[in-house]
């Protein structure tokens, strides 16, 4: 079926160096790539996200890169804070049923330890 | 995301029991999905709605079951069927699929 990789699941980074997490998908017809945080214990929320007629968009220190082609697309963290520690987790659209239904297909997160 | 919420926060099953989980949302959203989380498995799709009175299944969807009679309102039941249910459990809801999802606070379902 139709999946989303993400790499790495772990990273760790010194506060003030960037940080890199990668997604690859499949479905071609992908149109919506969110990129979400989920701090220990609570809900996921939207940080950045990104729609297939843009190839990069930018919101203060996070930026995400999206490359149709390879069908890869990529999150940004630059300037890390301790408080960006936290699961991130990517996703994309993938249609079903014919096109009728357009659900998102989340990776299996990143963890992102940024140490003081 | 605070208008969609969930409760219990923390739910505990004996073995063999049926339970129900709740999420309400007052965004006026026509999408609302269910998503289990265990550790390093990511957010897995259970059911998802589009619309009132319809719903389809997603990925794990074996051993649960929900109901959308309401535009506000989507309960996923874990049945005595669902052989491992301890987990996480995710609510979600968007304007339509496909959209930004908002989540609520999530329910700890623990089976003793």
């Known amino acids: 079926g139709e999946n989303v990789e993400q790499h790495p699941s772990t990273l760790s980074v010194q506060e003030g160096d960037s940080a890199v997490i990668k997604c690859t998908y499949s479905d071609s017809a992908s149109n919506y790539f969110p990129w979400y945080k989920q701090e220990l214990g609570k809900r996921p929320q939207l940080i950045i996200d990104i729609r297939s007629n843009v190839g990069e968009k930018k919101d203060q220190r996070i930026a995400v890169t999206l490359n149709k082609t390879a069908k890869h697309f990529s999150l940004h963290i630059t300037e890390t804070q301790p408080e960006d520690s936290a699961v991130y987790f990517c996703a994309a659209t993938h249609s079903d049923y014919g096109g009728a239904t357009n659900k998102l297909i989340f990776g299996t997160g990143t963890l992102l330890a940024v140490q003081p | 995301d605070g208008g969609i919420t969930q409760s219990p926060k923390y739910l505990f099953r004996k073995e063999g029991q049926n339970v129900t989980l709740s999420c309400e949302q007052n965004l006026n959203h026509d999408a609302m999905y269910w998503y289990r989380q265990d550790p390093g498995q990511g957010l897995r799709l259970i059911y998802y709605s589009q619309i009132v009175n319809d719903f389809q299944k997603g990925d794990i969807a074996e051993g649960y079951s929900v109901s959308r009679e309401k535009k506000e309102s989507f309960p996923l039941t874990v049945t005595s069927a669902q052989k491992n249910p301890t987990a996480f459990y995710l609510c979600?809801?968007?304007?339509?699929?496909?959209?930004?999802?908002?989540f609520g606070p999530g329910t700890r379902l623990t089976v003793l």
């Open positions: 979600a809801s968007s304007i339509a699929d496909g959209d930004e999802q908002f």
